[in-house]
């Protein structure tokens, strides 16, 4: 498994590099409609994934009630994502093409999972983030 | 963990392939021009890194889990969130455009 993680993980890294969702310029001619470039890349990367979840991983449907925290935690990651010019997977990237700053951002996410944990358990009670991503 | 350091490389080579490899601090000339120049952009990056952290821990995933699988297999909530984060994105990316002008 150990090099199906390495394939996999530098395919992604070099699409999303080449392509240029790295860069901030790019993220913003996409977010004003300036330049539709990205929004069909990924447009185009929902249909190949939802094809093959379907056909060939045949992973059954989620059926998790909808929650206001998809509505209100999507808002923050919005927010965030303009601010660095990162989501998650990016910010990888970013220090790969030698963005050393992304390190502050990689650090800014991980201590805001550990902020959300922290917050959810004592506050908000909405139940283990781990069982709503993606199942 | 492999996955994430494999997703760096993978950046680092398309960057040499795409000649636009260097060492720097934020993410590209634009950054400085719409959201922070200098060293002022460090502790902006971090507090967007937070609310990325936050907001995708809450929303129980980001692009990848929302946009691409969730998205991809029509999830309602999924489809909410990828809404979400998109129409935030273009609404401040608006108004941080207007702002630079």
Not at chain 2, 13 to 28: D, Q
Request: charged residues 10%; positive net charge; glycine residues 18%.
């Amino acid at each position: 498994m150990l090099v199906v993680q390495i394939a996999t993980g530098a395919a992604l890294g070099f699409s999303l590099g080449f392509i240029g969702f790295g860069d901030y310029g790019e993220l913003h001619r996409m977010f004003t409609f300036a330049d539709l470039r990205l929004f069909l890349t990924f447009a185009g990367a929902v249909v190949v994934t939802g094809l093959g979840l379907r056909f060939l991983v045949r992973s059954p449907l989620p059926s998790a009630p909808v929650h206001k925290s998809a509505v209100i935690g999507g808002a923050c990651f919005g927010l965030g994502w303009v601010l660095t010019g990162a989501c998650p997977g990016i910010a990888l990237v970013q220090l790969g093409e030698g963005t050393l700053g992304a390190a502050f951002t990689l650090a800014g996410m991980l201590a805001g999972i550990r902020a959300y944990d922290a917050v959810n358990q004592r506050w908000l009670r909405w139940g283990d983030p781990d069982a709503s991503c993606g199942n | 963990m492999l996955f994430l350091v494999a997703m760096a490389a993978g950046a680092f080579v398309a960057s040499i392939a795409r000649g636009t490899f260097s060492i720097h601090g934020a993410p590209g000339a634009e950054y400085a021009r719409l959201v922070a120049d200098g060293w002022h952009a460090l502790p902006v990056m971090a507090i967007g890194g937070v609310l990325v952290g936050f907001g995708t821990r809450m929303a129980g995933g980001c692009t990848s889990g929302h946009g691409l699988s969730g998205c991809g297999r029509l999830v309602p909530s999924s489809v909410l969130a990828t809404a979400t984060f998109f129409g935030v994105g273009v609404v401040v990316s608006f108004v941080l455009g207007g702002a630079a002008r």
